[in-house]
């Protein structure tokens, strides 16, 4: 089955700097690659998905990358502010398959 | 717009009892609906899937005699933890999709505590 691997597990960042969660997986016929944001006690919230057919998608401070050669997709947050202290998570799943295999969570800190 | 709500949002109550969860979509019908369990500081876990009108399809190692899914209608699945016991104490997260393709969305979860 599909793995997904994503680092870093905590990310400390200053206010105001960028922070980047890097995620890889296993199986090359994944083509969709959901970021959910999960605050204390409540669920995942969807934040930005891409699918194969594209390499970057933004949505004004987050952006995600794709490199399907290397397998791997990219979390980007400019300009962090308090509000974005969550615990983020990847997830990937292929087309004809209903289920996201998720990474293990990263765990992001902003500093004021 | 694709708002999943769950409900309760916490229980808590005696080793044995059956505890029922609810997961509706609020503006979209969602053909299929997922639930998964999440312990402290872990990621996700898929317990099963259910589709409108048919019978839910659990991962490897759920019992599904213990977790009960019932999926009634195109916007309400149930989740019932039958005669539960301290070791079912968990989060309980369920997800909703509009259709294939489609993203999941969650709801915010039920914390379960068995004493």
């Known amino acids: 089955g599909e793995n997904v691997e994503q680092h870093p597990s905590t990310l400390s960042v200053q206010e105001g700097d960028s922070a980047v969660i890097k995620c890889t997986y296993s199986?090359?016929?994944?083509?969709?690659f959901p970021w959910y944001k999960q605050e204390l006690g409540k669920g995942p919230q969807l934040i930005i998905d891409i699918r194969s057919n594209v390499g970057e998608k933004k949505d004004q401070r987050i952006a995600v990358t794709l490199n399907k050669t290397a397998k791997h997709f990219s979390l980007h947050i400019t300009e962090t502010q308090p509000e974005d202290s969550a615990v983020y998570f990847c997830a990937a799943s292929k087309a004809n398959d209903y289920k996201l295999s998720f990474g293990a969570g990263t765990t992001v800190t902003v500093r004021a | 717009g694709a708002v999943v709500s769950q409900h309760p949002s916490r229980v808590i109550c005696k080793s044995g009892t059956s505890v029922k969860i609810e997961c509706r979509s609020l503006d979209f019908q969602a053909t299929t609906m997922f639930w998964y369990r999440q312990f402290p500081k872990q990621s996700l876990m898929l317990m099963a899937t259910?589709?409108?009108?048919?019978?839910?399809?659990?991962e490897q190692g759920v019992e599904k005699d213990k977790f009960l899914i019932n999926h009634a209608s195109l916007t309400l699945s149930t989740l019932t933890v039958t005669s539960a016991h301290p070791e079912d104490s968990s989060f309980y997260i369920c997800?909703?999709?509009?259709?294939?393709?489609?993203?999941?969305?969650f709801g915010d979860g039920t914390r379960l505590s068995i004493l």
């Open positions: 997800s909703a999709r509009a259709g294939q393709g489609q993203p999941q969305h």
């Open positions: 199986d090359s016929a994944s083509n969709y």
């Open positions: 259910s589709n409108e009108g048919s019978k839910a399809t659990y």
